[in-house]
Nanobody, 128 residues
Framework: QVQLVESGGGLVQAGGSLRLSCAASGLPFSRYAMGWFRQAPGKEREFVAACSKSGGNTGYADAVKGRFTISRDNAKNTVYLQMNSLKPGDTALYYC?????????????????????WGQGTQVTVSS
């Protein structure tokens, strides 16, 4: 069965960095666009970053643009989220998601409902 397993979360001080990883199994990873979303307590889940099947096209939420970088290694079936200059407002449960993309697609997908599979999430807590 399909599994997406996030790791790399933790507690970090404001201004610090973390790198999240999401290891995929049970699916042809290179045929899936990938995304990162987050949900803070009492808030709805929101888009953070996404990349195309190859990783050549990426998109970011305005709140993280310039601080976060999404990348992927199709040989390792893994997508990453490098998070720098973290702020307390980045505190949330971070989820990775996979969306099957047509062979000719080079798009990334910033909309939650388009995704087919989700991980369980990894907690990121940023202290002030």
């Amino acid at each position: 069965q399909v599994q997406l397993v996030e790791s790399g979360g933790g507690l970090v001080q404001a201004g610090g960095s973390l790198r999240l990883s999401c290891a995929a199994s049970g699916l042809p990873f290179s045929r899936y666009a990938m995304g990162w979303f987050r949900q803070a307590p009492g808030k709805e889940r929101e888009f953070v970053a996404a990349c195309s099947k190859s990783g050549g096209n990426t998109g970011y939420a305005d709140a993280v643009k310039g601080r976060f970088t999404i990348s992927r290694d199709n040989a390792k079936n893994t997508v990453y989220l490098q998070m720098n200059s973290l702020k307390p407002g980045d505190t949330a449960l971070y989820y990775c998601a996979a969306k099957y993309a047509h062979y000719s697609s080079s798009a990334y997908y910033p909309v939650e409902y388009e995704y087919d599979y989700w991980g369980q999430g990894t907690q990121v807590t940023v202290s002030s």
